[in-house]
């Protein structure tokens, strides 16, 4: 099968590696030259281009089986220092899919589409419990907007013959990203949101092992792809940072999250977590 990424970061490029070790031709994106080598290793063709460069879309998904979107973009620097560009950040996910749609006569082959979204897209679900993909979104940001517009624009591609898989995915954890290391980035300070909504976690490799399970059995529709985690994020990063002798943090409570959010849809589909309830953050779980 040949299966084209765009984006290949953190779970683009574990993606990237699995479906190679798989037997399948990759290709990838990426924007920055310098990491044309480093993406050699992990698939067959690299195309540096923007998702929302046609002629670059065009070359990448030129007769593929299937088509991963695990982007992630919007990032600058002002200043010398990181920060968010909305219009950047925007194109990254509007405009590949915009990219993608105009681009399409080169994949007549293409069968299945997978986007990575957010559980973002939710916002605080208008208060509703339990949250369901029928569930209306209620972004509280541009930022949650562009998930779901992104979806909205990919979603009205499917067909009988052309299938569109939208994961809602929960916080995305795993090798290099350990509960440790993303919570001491907060740890002790004061943030915005809600404690009291759900982790809302998943293992890198199970978002990998996700998007595996929608090529293969063909999935249409929206799933929310996290893992089975009782707790909400106050009781989570507490334990977090009792064990790793960190600050707690200090949830405000000023942007709303969801409440009782369900993974059922994907799970009687027939998907199983490899980390239920996020006890292998630093495993490699598609290590053969």
Not at 6 to 21: D, E, I, L, P, Q
Not at 110 to 139: K, M, W
Request: proline content about 5%; some cysteine; charged content about 25%.
């Amino acid at each position: 099968m040949k299966i084209a990424i765009v984006g290949a970061a953190y779970t683009g490029m574990a993606a990237a590696r699995y479906f190679k070790s798989q037997g399948h031709e990759v290709r990838v994106t990426t924007t920055r030259a310098d990491r044309a080598a480093e993406l050699g290793a992990v698939a067959h063709q690299v195309v540096i281009t923007k998702g929302s460069d046609v002629a670059g879309m065009k070359t990448l998904i030129d007769g593929v089986d299937a088509v991963v979107l695990t982007m992630a973009g919007g990032l600058g620097f002002k200043d010398g220092k990181p920060y968010m560009d909305p219009v950047a950040y925007r194109d990254s996910y509007v405009g590949t899919a915009d990219g993608l749609i105009d681009a399409l006569a080169s994949a007549p082959k293409l069968r299945q589409i997978v986007f990575c979204s957010s559980l973002n897209a939710y916002g605080d679900a208008h208060g509703v419990s339990p949250v369901l993909e029928t569930t209306p979104p209620n972004a509280a940001s541009p930022t949650a907007q562009v998930f779901i517009e992104t979806e909205q624009k990919l979603a009205a591609l499917g067909t009988d013959a052309l299938r569109i898989a939208n994961f809602r995915t929960g916080t995305i954890y795993g090798p290099g990203r350990e509960h440790r290391n993303e919570f001491r980035h907060i740890a002790g300070k004061q943030i915005p949101f809600d404690g009291k909504s759900d982790a809302m976690l998943i293992h890198r490799d199970d978002v990998v092992r996700g998007i595996a399970f929608a090529i293969e059995k063909q999935l249409s529709g929206l799933f929310n792809l996290f893992n089975d985690l009782p707790e909400n994020k106050e009781d989570f990063f507490a334990r977090v940072a009792k064990r790793e002798g960190l600050e707690p943090v200090i949830w405000l409570g000023v942007v709303k999250g969801p409440k009782g959010v369900s993974n059922a849809r994907i799970k009687g589909a027939g998907f199983t977590f490899a980390d239920p309830v996020g006890a292998r953050e630093g495993d490699d779980l598609l290590a053969p």
